[in-house]
């Protein structure tokens, strides 16, 4: 006899936990409803009278100006925080934007490394045309020809204008 009461005591206890674990609330007829689901869609939040700890309140989210029964009608769940999925993707999006800006950010090292060097032969040019040394230069036909003096202007010219281009 006692080993009976004994299990009944272990056995209501062992049941206390899932009895916890359920909804009640009121039907439209008035009856009271347990179930380990919730309640179904349209049930009024007034007729329930139970939820478990670990279940999402629900609140009521009703269009500016709509009155309270079109608000009962349409609750929504509570967002507990972005899924899995959402913290992924927003994870991935992440690291392609950092990989973007590393791509970015070697690109313009790479056009101002460009740069310098094409200031250095610029500013050297520069030295050479100003100099007054005889300058030449190949032909199409592979000839070595002296630069004449309209010819060494234009030069200038030219080296000037990628002179301020490039050496800013």
């Known amino acids: 006899m006692q080993r009976k009461a004994l299990f009944a005591a272990l056995l209501t206890c062992a049941l ?3 009895a916890h ?3 009640k609330w009121r039907d439209a007829r ?3 409803q347990y179930s380990d689901l919730p309640p179904p ?3 009024p939040e007034k007729d329930i009278l139970q939820r478990p700890a670990s279940a999402t309140r629900l609140i009521v989210v ?3 100006g709509s009155g309270a029964s079109a608000a009962a009608s349409a609750p929504a769940r509570v967002a507990s925080g972005p899924s899995k999925a959402e913290q992924d993707a ?3 999006e992440q690291q392609q934007q950092k990989q973007q800006a590393a791509r970015q950010k070697e690109e313009e090292q790479r056009l ?14 520069m030295r050479d045309l100003q100099s007054g040394i005889r300058l030449t230069r190949t032909n199409e036909q592979g000839e070595r020809v002296f630069l004449d003096d309209s010819q060494r202007q234009a030069e200038l010219e030219r080296t000037r204008q990628l002179l301020t281009s490039e050496c800013r």
């Open 16 to 18: 206390v936990g899932t």
């Open 21 to 23: 674990a359920q909804w």
């Open 30 to 32: 008035g009856n009271l």
């Open 41 to 43: 869609a349209g049930t």
């Open 62 to 64: 009703a269009p500016p």
């Open 90 to 92: 927003a994870a991935r």
């Open 112 to 125: 101002a490394a460009q740069r310098r060097d094409n200031c250095a032969r610029a500013q050297a040019s």
